[in-house]
């Protein structure tokens, strides 16, 4: 894994815009992506950017089950309010939160990222490990599933909700082998709460216990930190 450290994440949001230009210009053309705060800084600096991603699909890792598309803490929403609509993309694929045909959502959501193999994959990391919504003892060869939240990344979310008691507790998410099949992988994490994740993922063992650690077994990572994140390095 390579690792690069900043003291500000205005300037790792930079390095990470460099990251999506230089792969557009090698053909890159399918970008997963992900919600939460990590990846904001880096979706403002496209904005401002003059990247064309006209001709781009987007994957994005998760969406809140039971939530509407059009629900303002739908990650839906949270794309199109700070990417897709000052951004477009030729086409933005994200998981039904509301689908009435859960084994046919999961299905056609592998198919899409089949038929899109991703060229770069963007990842937050929660404060237990895990990239996507796959929790500790997720499965490794897992692929597109719903998932049940832990208490503690139900608690990290209810800061987006008026009421706490309607954060959602379930999720579809890709497989930790889904985002191990993207060609390349950039990791985000900032802030002291994530130091120890990210010092799990990168000294500890290859384990489920730790979902991130399943990056290691991939040849082309960069984990992008800020000093917080990289305290217990
Ligand atoms: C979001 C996702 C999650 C987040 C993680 C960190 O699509 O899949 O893994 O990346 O929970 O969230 P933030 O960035 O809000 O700390």
Redesign the pocket.
Known sequence: MDIKIFDKQVDAASYTVKIFQAAIDQGAEVFGL??????IPVYDQLVASDIDFSECVSI???EYYGLNSDHPQS?HQFMADHLFNKKPFKKSYLPDGATDDLPGELARYDQIIQAHPIDLQI????ENG????NEPGAPMDGHTQLVQLTDS?IQ??ARFFTDPSQVPTQAI?MGLASISSAKQIVLLAFGAN?ADAIAKTVNGPLSNQVPASILKKHDNVTLILDQGAASQL
Do not use: E
Not at 34 to 39: N, V, Y
Not at 123 to 126: R, T
């Open positions: 992900a919600t939460g705060s990590t990846p994005n890792l998760d990650y990842l937050g990391i929660g895990h990239i996507g919504f990344t990290a979310n998410s994530k």
